[in-house]
Every structure is written in C-alpha cells, then in structure tokens.
C-alpha cells in the first residue's frame, strides 16, 4: 500500500506520548521543581517520566515517597517555599492524601501546587471506580479534565497557573484509558522555575481555628472567579445547533473523542457542550438547556454532572445519562456505549463457531517468590478449622485465585494487619496478615503499632521482594533487610521476629517457623524474603 | 483512510512492543496514530489487548469501536478468537499459531486451529517455525508484524528500518534474525493478500 500522506519530520516539539507522560511533560515545561508519588495503577507512568528527565538532566527533583499523603505532604512544603510541585497518584491515591488535600486548600498556596490523579472507571487494576472530581469539589478547588493527551500537556500547564492565581492546590484528573494511550502532543515553550520564596504572610499556613476560619472564608470568596474561569474557559465549548427543541449532548473529558467518533453519523446533529473544568460552567449549561428539549450526560466515571443537572427538584428537561438507565451505571465509557446512548447502530462483528474461550485471568508469574509463601502458609494453617488469613494489595493479592486460594481478604493498603487485629480480638484464632514490602511501608507500620500495643494475637507475614512488583518494580522505599529490624523496633520480642527465605526448597522451614508462631499467643512478624523473579530478569538484562 | 488494529496475546508476550513498532511505522509515515495499551495488574500473564489507530485524518477515540477493525493481529491463537466482536466486515485475523498454555481449561489445538480455519479472513501464521529459520526464537512477534504488513498503510521500508533502530542497541546479530523474521512472515502472507 503506498504512503497515504506525505512523511513529514515531527517537528522538535512534538512527542508521542502516553496521557501520563503528557502530564509529566508539562510539568516539566511548566517549571516545576520537585515531584512526588506513590506507585499506583494508572498513574505510575508520570513519575516514571519525571525520573528519567530528571536522571538525564538533573531537574526536577523527583522521588517515590512512602505512601500518597508523605508525597502530597512533601509537594507541599515545595510549594510552601514558592516553587512549583507536582504531586501524582491513583484515584484511592487521594483518599490516603485526603487529610493534606483538603486542608491544602485552605492554606494560601505559593507555587502552583498540582494534583495529578488517575481514576479507574471499569477497575483494570483497582479496588473501586471512585471519581476524583468528587473530591475537587469537596475541597472546593478546581479540577481540570482533560479529553485527549494534548489536553493533558495544556491543561497541565494551565493548572500551575491557575494554582498560583488562586492560591489553591489543582487537581488534574485523568481516567485510565488517557493514562495508557499514546499520541503525538505539542509541546510549548518551557517556563523556568519558581524563585525560592517564603510565604509573605506566617498565619496563612497555621491552621489554628482562628486562622482557618479566616482562610476558610477567603477560599469561599474566590469560588466566583473559579466560576468565571471555567465559563471563559476555551475548554468548555458550547455549539447550539438548530431550530431550538432539539437534542443536546454534554460531554466531559475523554467521553468527548467517544462522542465525535460517531458524531457524523447523527442528523441533526445535536447541540453539543464540551466540559474540560470544574466548578463546571453553569451559565453555558443553562444556555445549552434553554435552546434543547433533552440532554444527554456522557461523562467517565460516576454521574458528577448529571446529578448537579438533576438536583433534587424534578428540571424543566429530560437528562439521560447513567442515573436515568440511558448509559450503565457502572464502568467506563467506550465508542459502542456512547453510540448505543446516541442511538446509533452497533456493527456486528466477525463470528466464528469456535470451542469456548476460558477466560485468562492474571496470575503469579512462574517461580515467583509468593507462591513458596503461600505453599509454606497452607502447610502451617492446615489442621485449624476457623483460620482467617487477610492480605493486602499487590501481585500478592492474586494470591486469592486459584490454585493457591491463600488469603481471604483486600480493602485497602495497609489493612490486612489492622483486620487481623480486629478478627483475633473478636475471638478468631489463628489469625494472619499478609502484605507485602512496599505495602507495609506505606501503611502496615502503624497497624503493626496497634498489634504491638493490644499484645494481639496476631501472625504478620511480610513478602518481601524488594521491589513494588505489581506497578512495574519500582524500588522498595527502603532496602530489603530492614523489616526484621523495624518488627523490633515497634516492640515485637526479637524471639518472635524472622526472616526466612521464600525459596522452594525452604518451603518446610518456612512453614514450621510460621506454625509456631502461630501457636504463640501473641504479636509475630515472619518476614519471607527473595528478589521478585521479574525484576530480576529485568536487573540482570540491564547488567549484560 | 483509516486503519484499525487490535494486538492480542498474553501478558509478557510482547504485545505492547509488537503495537510499537507498527506505530512508531505510521508516524514515520506522517500518518495520525492513537494507541490504547494496558499496563498493571492485567500484564501478570492474563490477557492483554492493544488497540493501534492509524489514519491520514486526526483519530479522536483511542479505543476502536466494535465491528470496525481492520486487522487483529494475535500473538496466540485462543487470544485471537477473544476480539472477534470488533473485527469489521473486511477484516481480517492473522494469528500465530502458537499457543501459550498457562491455563487448566485451555482447548485442545487442533480443535482451535480447526475452527480458525473454517474462515478465509483468518490467516494462520507458524511463527515458531519462521522464527527459528530467522535465527532466533524471540523473534516470533516480527515474524508477525511482516505479515502484518500486507495490510497496514505503512511500507515495509519503512519498518525495516525501524527494526533495525530499535535493535541496534543489541548488536547486529539480533537486528539481521529480526529482520529475515521480518521478511519470512511478510513472503508467507504474500499470496493471503494478493
């Protein structure tokens, strides 16, 4: 097949990027000084960017932090001093930031402070489908939304801006499928970075009620300019079509490119309102209604917008949307959904008669380290009738799949080992936490205080691989070796302390070592150790 | 123009790379590309699916639409039977016919390969045998993006070279068996094509 256009050079700014690397990228151009993150499912790809510029270059400074709050907390202080920060992670990322970020918004902000987060509608690799936009309002900042990676890389941009205007953190909210595709983006001029600058005035970082109540007020006196902001915005385009009556459609973020690729199918084609920034811009949202008979909300994620349409009160108009039945009310958004709500035929595709496809679920790789964990702990449990054993999140997790069927719980980072309190002083025996390295960093230490403290009866078996196996092996925070050490440290008695190596042929040690100290009557921690076989493989390919 | 590719396999076959080098082909072409990968917790040897969007006009959706794919290309052949929904009336699946047997409940081959074959849109691809004449086992996922190529609005030129960018870095051994696995998987698909 010949060239369909003519080869052009990229020109210089142009780069093929991920929606993360997008944010990344801006950042970067933007004159951000320091960024921070946890590693976390669709987010990980914009620290990852940061890291290697910043390994090439020297600038920005770049670092994974123990968990999302020490990271929101570190980007913080950046733009306490008056530089720019960026902070990243994953939608439940926020809910562990959630303390700093609310409070963050009543601070007056120095350099532009940004929140990149990552929603996961559909669950590729999450606990729930939460959306962030929820919490921008909440904390009653602005959150921008992008719809296609140059968005990303300008409404990035734009955020810093709009941080240090307001003096509010920004959240930048992405969903999984701009996170992890690619596309060619249009990079602007790089801007330098911040001076350093401390704060003018000492009482507008110091939270006492006097203060708060006083900055608390200010925030609530720039919600109009948001407002205005978002209805000058270039973001949110109103297109009225037509007589008045007809057909509306508002669409947010990536649900706009699901929408204009089956838009040249409708006749007539519908009044159309694009919303990129929240607070969400009002006035065009009424001018949209007043021309239109019915609007349709396709928006990624929960109803945000179709329940402020809705309220409470019944609206002069119809809404479809999720709530209304007219799209699911769970998962994302995609072009056959969209076009199923716009009331465009679907193609049918190939069919072939073929055998059933047995579904291929992930799974621990061959030879990794977990599943001599799990052999030893299905040796050291057998025997007990009412067992418990709670785990955490990681490619441990999948530990709950067949053909181990090891661990019976997975909430939330960090919960396995407060759980297990719970359960042993509810009456259960035996009772074990599961959770591997990074895990415990972020969010197993205070528990494992808890545990210490009560005396409570409770086994906790850290895996250690060294490295945050699910998210790409990033590094462990800190190096493999030291949870023995900081088991102690918290007060669990050196006898009930061991380190033990996950290797097949220890699989019998490991379990007569874990059967004891289930049979101790009180706090143990069994640290199972070898190097996650992927990074490994992926250390010694570097080696050669 | 347009062209809609869905990339099939198993988490750690290489699906992501194979959808690389086609895309980094069609920008080199000057041609307009989205591409929609899956990272996390689906890679730990489920399965995986790309979607690659080439077209001489801006794509707006990184995901394509069902019943509108031009190709799929699978690395294994249960994954290639998994995407048939979006296969369009003109498409065609090319799979290897390989299989990566990670699972309890997977068919038997035969009883697979047979009911691939009972379509002329499906085109069967022995990238084990054409990697190894090429020099090199791992280099099965070339095999498969040169023939590919038939179908694809980028030419084989220009992929070559590709090829031989991305592999410099391992020395010219690996470029050569990667580009005769190149060259053998698009002369086996020549006559599927004409």
């Known amino acids: 097949m010949p060239p369909a256009v003519a080869a052009e050079k990229p020109r210089a700014q142009e780069m093929v990027l991920l929606g993360d690397e997008a944010v990344a990228r801006a950042a970067i151009d933007a004159g951000v000084s320091a960024a921070y993150a946890y590693p976390g499912t669709p987010a990980t790809e914009i620290l990852e960017y940061v890291l290697r510029h910043s390994g090439r270059f020297g600038r920005p400074h770049a670092a994974w932090c123990a968990n999302e709050k020490t990271a929101y907390e570190e980007a913080l202080g950046v733009s306490m001093v008056g530089r720019r920060a960026l902070v990243c992670m994953k939608h439940v990322g926020l809910n562990v930031a959630a303390d700093p970020f609310i409070n963050s918004a009543i601070v007056a902000i120095g350099g532009g402070l940004v929140v990149a987060v990552a929603d996961d509608p559909s669950m590729h690799s999450s606990q729930n489908e939460q959306d962030s936009r929820f919490y921008a309002d909440f904390a009653r900042v602005m959150c921008l939304e992008p719809a296609d990676q140059q968005q990303a890389y300008d409404m990035t941009r734009e955020a810093f801006d709009i941080s240090e205007r307001f003096g509010i953190p920004v959240v930048v909210r992405l969903v999984t499928r701009l996170a992890h595709s690619r596309a060619v983006v249009r990079a602007a001029e790089a801007r330098s970075e911040n001076a350093l600058a401390k704060p003018a005035a000492r009482d507008s970082w110091v939270l006492l009620p006097s203060n708060a109540r006083r900055l608390w007020k200010r925030l609530l006196e720039v919600q109009p300019q948001m407002r205005e902001l978002s209805e000058s915005s270039d973001h949110n385009r109103l297109d009225l079509r037509g007589k008045s009556g007809g057909a509306g459609v508002i669409t947010a973020g990536i649900a706009r490119t699901y929408f204009e690729e089956s838009v040249s199918e409708l006749d007539p084609r519908p009044s159309h309102l694009h919303v990129g920034t929240y607070p969400a811009p009002a006035d065009k949202i009424r001018q949209l209604a007043r021309h239109v008979r019915r609007i349709l909300v396709l928006e990624d994620g929960y109803p945000f917008l179709e329940r402020q349409l809705l309220g409470i009160l019944a609206p002069a108009l119809e809404i479809h949307g999720r709530m209304s039945g007219h799209l699911p009310a769970a998962g994302e958004l995609d072009p056959d959904i969209v076009r199923r709500a716009l009331s465009l035929p679907r193609s049918e595709g190939a069919s072939l008669p073929h055998p059933r496809l047995p579904a291929r679920p992930p799974q621990l790789c061959a030879g990794c380290p977990h599943g001599d964990s799990f052999a030893a702990l299905a040796k050291a449990l057998s025997g007990y009738e009412h067992a418990l054993v709670t785990s955490d999140i990681g490619c441990y997790t999948l530990g709950a799949l067949p053909p181990y069927s090891a661990i019976e719980s997975c909430v939330c980072m960090g919960a396995s080992i407060g759980m297990a309190k719970g359960a042993a002083e509810a009456g259960l025996f035996p009772v074990v936490a599961v959770i591997g390295d990074s895990t415990f960093l972020h969010s197993g230490v205070t528990p494992l205080m808890d545990v210490v403290a009560a005396g409570a009866d409770v086994t906790v078996l850290i895996l250690d691989n060294e490295v945050v196996a699910m998210t790409g092996a990033q590094p462990t925070l800190l190096p493999t070796g030291r949870f023995g050490a900081m088991a102690q440290a918290l007060g669990v008695a050196p006898e009930h302390v061991h380190v033990i190596e996950a290797h097949p042929r220890r699989v019998d040690d490991m379990a007569a070592v874990l059967r004891r100290e289930i049979e101790h009557h009180g706090p143990s921690v069994v640290v199972a150790t070898r190097e996650c076989i992927e990074a490994a493989k992926r250390r010694k390919a570097a080696a050669r | ?194």
């Open chain 2, 1 to 194: 123009m347009k062209c809609d590719v869905i990339l099939a396999g198993v988490g750690g076959q290489g699906v992501l790379s194979l959808s690389t080098v086609i895309a980094a082909g069609a920008l080199k072409q000057g041609l307009h590309v989205k591409q929609s990968e899956v990272h996390g917790m689906a890679q730990r040897g489920g399965a995986v699916v790309a979607h690659l969007r080439l077209a001489d006009h801006p794509v707006a959706s990184a995901l394509i639409p069902r019943g509108t794919a031009d190709l799929i290309v699978s690395v294994e052949p249960l994954e290639g039977l998994r995407y048939l929904e979006y296969l369009g009336p003109q498409g065609a699946l090319l799979t290897s016919i390989e299989p990566m047997v990670n699972i309890p409940d997977y068919p038997e081959l035969p009883t697979l390969l047979a009911a691939l074959r009972t379509s002329s849109r499906v085109h069967l691809v022995d990238t084990g045998e054409l990697a190894r004449r090429a020099g090199s086992a791992r280099a099965a996922n070339m095999v498969m993006v040169g023939a590919a190529v038939h179908w694809l609005p980028v030419t084989p030129a220009i992929l070559e070279a590709y090829i031989r960018e991305a592999f410099a870095r391992k020395g010219d051994t690996v470029v050569q068996a990667n580009l005769r696995a190149f060259r053998l998987g698009m002369e086996v698909m020549e006559c599927a094509r004409s």
